[in-house]
């Protein structure tokens, strides 16, 4: 058995040090896609959070409680100025039903709130 040369150890070391570098690639692609999935949750969690506060506002108002429930009831029934108070309260909610879930991360069914389907 020979004794290996310096160009013999410089191409082994070349060839472990591409495999080091595509190992590290596929690394850093696997943690840049979990570190998007965790973003969209933080992010969807952050708005469903403010529309969690917003509704319990509208709960805790005995008045807009009664409209918005009014307005989901019989829209038509409603005065001009019902009509635009109901609308601003449920906005939050139609804007809430069209939102398309993204990656799982907020099933479908829970975007019903057991409101009417005609959003």
């Known amino acids: 058995m020979s004794k ?3 160009g013999d150890w410089a191409n082994i070391a070349e060839i472990v040090g591409t495999l080091a570098f ?3 690639l596929i690394f850093v692609g696997m943690q840049i896609s979990q570190n ?3 973003t969209r949750a933080s992010a969807s969690q952050a708005v469903h959070s403010s529309f969690a506060d917003w509704y319990q506002s509208v709960q ?10 009014k307005g989901m ?3 038509g029934a409603l005065s001009p100025t019902e009509n ?9 909610l139609a ?9 799982g991360a907020m099933d479908r ?7 009417p389907g005609k959003w």
């Open 4 to 6: 290996l040369k310096l």
């Open 84 to 92: 635009l108070n109901s609308s601003l309260c449920s906005c939050p």
């Open 60 to 69: 805790g108002d005995p008045e807009l409680l009664s409209l918005s429930t």
């Open 73 to 75: 009831g019989d829209y």
């Open 22 to 24: 595509v190992v590290s």
């Open 95 to 103: 804007w809430t039903r069209r939102t398309p879930s993204t990656n």
């Open 36 to 38: 998007t999935a965790a």
């Open 109 to 115: 069914s829970t975007q019903n709130f057991g409101a």
